[in-house]
């Protein structure tokens, strides 16, 4: 959620730095010899085959190609289908933890502690 920006990609300067570290731990998954294959193959069923060749590089090009509009395998990647994947993936982790989508940060802020120790219970 975080590799997509704020809403309209705009996140701040905060925003900015949650984004580049998601995409450092992105490549860092892609990169793994064990599970790099099913998580990069996971990103791009998600997504589309045009993040391919980002996942397997620097952070910066996860980036660069989450904001860059173009097709690839039939389907085309724009501000639409990053708003409409943002608001799916909002949504699943609002059914994930149930009560904290309505407490939670924007993208780039720190969390409050009350919504770090709903998300504690929920878990437990």
Do not use: K, Y
Not at 12 to 39: K, N, W
Not at 63 to 71: G, N, R
Not at 76 to 94: F, I, K, M, S
């Amino acid at each position: 959620l975080a590799l997509l920006g704020g809403e309209g990609g705009e996140g701040g300067e905060g925003g900015e730095a949650l984004r580049a570290a998601a995409a450092a731990v992105t490549v860092s998954l892609v990169a793994d010899q064990i599970h790099g294959a099913v998580v990069s193959d996971s990103f791009c069923a998600m997504l589309t085959q045009g993040f391919r060749a980002a996942l397997e590089g620097a952070p910066d090009g996860i980036v660069a190609v989450a904001d860059a509009e173009h097709t690839s395998g039939g389907r085309t990647w724009n501000a639409g289908a990053r708003d409409e994947l943002r608001g799916v993936l909002a949504q699943a982790v609002g059914s994930l933890l149930p009560g904290a989508a309505a407490g939670s940060p924007q993208l780039g802020e720190a969390p409050s502690a009350a919504a770090v120790q709903l998300a504690a219970e929920q878990v437990e």
